[in-house]
């Protein structure tokens, strides 16, 4: 499955797998062959190879890859950073295997080689690089030498994916058992080149004890929440979205987010708008309805009209106190909904005030809302919040935004976090810069509020929309623009509902 685990609830599968009979050594000796696998795809025997050990069971690992690829006629070398007789348990007994010689780190020359094995620090890396391990992190990533790295790039912090300072740049990296959130965050993913995951033995209902809370995106984690409609269905079943316009200079976000709404399959979506705005959206002849909405009271009036059961507010909705006025009048209506852009940033420094608003929704914890901030309405958001805007890495931040809300989170950017109230979380990695153009967060918005008004829950929904929204950006590519996105979502969601098998 696509569990994450932080280094502490790797730690914790170690000790299970440990208690239910594998010895550690047996784990060490597997993940270090894990690691020589690797080297041996990528590279021929004959080649030279420098595995630079650090002085933990990162070194140990090395020390295990060292000795499998010198029995598979690798020239290997060893350098190892500390001094042997430091080394305990398990990697001391990895070590005293090896029988070739062991260089100091100082003294290794990386250029001096085809391929490195990178086994200086891995889960228990504990503050910023300096003096030794810096100045050989520096002359490996200078070197330009492939590095394969074990467990994560050296330097790169497990929990958080934060350079600690300096870190190794690999071509692969071997991970164990499950991912670490520091492959998926940046700028930890992009050291690691290809992440592989490892068996090494530890048993899947390790899991059950553990009970982790954080996933890499993807479609096992929501797809029994979003199905193909059924054969019996009609449009009203799949709900009807609404989604309000700001005036007339911004009422391309609206329609953005409107089509965004009916491409993922809302059975009905209307565009909410101003005055001022509604020759300009008459003038567009599509499947997008249109009603006339002038202030909080107009947008109350149309969603006192329960079979409109999910709305989108912030895209160009301008800042400020009337907007803030729109947010209440929607969570007032019990509907569910997405708030976004300026519906965000017209809470600055005012996070509490919203939670407050959030807190009375009269539909409680079953009325899904979904907020997604980038992280500059994020930072504007919780200026009054120092917790949450300094929880820490980007997963823990969306996370604490999330607890203090009582609504789901999706932080976005390249690696968009999704959280929810209680603690589950969601890293995403499927996609691409392209997506980083006008208008693109609006679409989202508006996929999000669709997957609601078809009833999937706050978080498979923030989940699903994230995800198809990433897919279609993919399918598009270089040129994309944001209004290709709706139209890009048929063919990623015949696919989808292709492997869902409805
Ligand atoms: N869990 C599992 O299931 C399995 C885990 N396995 C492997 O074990 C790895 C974790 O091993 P680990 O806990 O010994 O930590 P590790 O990464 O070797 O580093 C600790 C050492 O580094 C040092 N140190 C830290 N930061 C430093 C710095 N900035 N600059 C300098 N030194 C620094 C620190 O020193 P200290 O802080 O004590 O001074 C300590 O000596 C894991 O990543 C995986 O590869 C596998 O064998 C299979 C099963
Ligand atoms: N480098 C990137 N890689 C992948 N996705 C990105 C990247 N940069 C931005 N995105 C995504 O593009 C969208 C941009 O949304 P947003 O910042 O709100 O833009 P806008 O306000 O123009 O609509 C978000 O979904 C974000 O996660
Ligand atoms: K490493």
Request: hydrophobic share 50%; glycine share 14%; net charge neutral.
């Amino acid at each position: 499955m696509n569990e994450v685990l932080s280094t502490a609830q790797m730690g914790e599968a170690d000790r299970l797998a440990i208690a239910a009979g594998t010895p550690g050594s047996e784990l060490m000796d597997k993940a270090g062959r894990a690691v020589a696998d690797v080297v041996a795809r990528r590279h021929k025997a004959g080649e030279r190879v420098l595995a630079l050990c650090g002085p933990g069971n990162n070194g140990g690992d090395g020390f295990v890859a060292a000795r499998v690829l010198a029995g598979r006629g690798f020239r290997v070398r060893v350098a190892l950073l500390g001094a042997r007789e430091a080394l305990r348990g398990d990697a001391a007994g990895a070590a005293a295997l090896w029988s070739g010689a062991v260089e100091p780190a100082s003294a290794a020359d990386p250029a001096e080689c085809d391929v490195i094995v990178d086994a200086l620090f891995g889960a228990g890396l504990a503050r910023d690089l300096d003096g030794e391990a810096l100045a050989l992190v520096e002359r490996v990533n200078a070197s330009g030498v492939p590095v394969v790295a074990v467990d994560v790039p050296s330097g790169v912090d497990g929990n958080t994916g934060a350079v600690r300072r300096a870190a190794i740049r690999a071509a692969e990296t071997v991970t164990f058992f499950r991912p670490k959130p520091g492959h998926l965050l940046l700028p930890g993913r992009l050291r690691c080149g290809p992440v592989r995951i490892a068996d090494i033995g530890i048993p899947d209902a390790v899991l059950a004890t553990i009970r982790p809370a954080c996933w890499a995106n993807g479609t096992r984690l929501w797809r029994p929440a979003f199905r193909a409609p059924a054969p019996e269905g009609h449009k009203y079943g799949r709900g009807h979205a609404l989604v309000l316009s700001g005036g007339a200079e911004g009422a391309g976000a609206a329609r953005l987010a409107a089509r965004g709404a009916l491409r993922i399959g809302a059975g009905l979506v209307t565009i909410a708008t101003p005055s001022d705005a509604l020759a300009l959206h008459a003038g567009r002849p599509d499947a997008v309805m249109l009603r006339r909405s002038d202030g909080p009271a107009g947008l109350a009036a149309l969603l006192a009209d329960r079979r409109r059961n999910a709305w989108v507010v912030g895209p160009a909705a301008g800042v400020g106190e009337r907007t803030r006025e729109l947010v209440a009048a929607a969570l007032a209506s019990g509907a569910h909904g997405v708030l976004d852009a300026d519906a965000l940033t017209s809470f600055e420094g005012a996070s509490a005030e919203l939670a407050r608003a959030l807190a009375a929704r009269p539909g409680g914890a079953g009325q899904a809302i979904v907020l997604t901030p980038h992280e500059g309405e994020f930072g504007r958001l919780f200026k009054d919040s120092p917790p949450v805007a300094s929880a820490g890495s980007k997963l823990e931040r969306a996370r604490a935004a999330a607890a203090s809300l009582g609504a789901v989170v999706v932080l976005k950017g390249p690696d968009t976090v999704i959280a929810a109230p209680d603690g589950r979380a969601a890293i995403n990695a499927n996609g691409t810069p392209f997506l980083a153009t006008a208008g693109s967060g609006d679409v989202l918005s508006g996929i999000v509020a669709g997957l609601l008004a078809q009833s999937v829950p706050a978080f498979e929904a923030a989940c699903a929309g994230v995800w198809f929204h990433a897919e279609a950006g993919c399918a598009v590519g270089p040129g994309l623009i944001a209004d290709d996105l709706p139209d890009a979502l048929p063919k990623v969601l015949k696919a989808y509902f292709a492997e869902a098998g409805t």
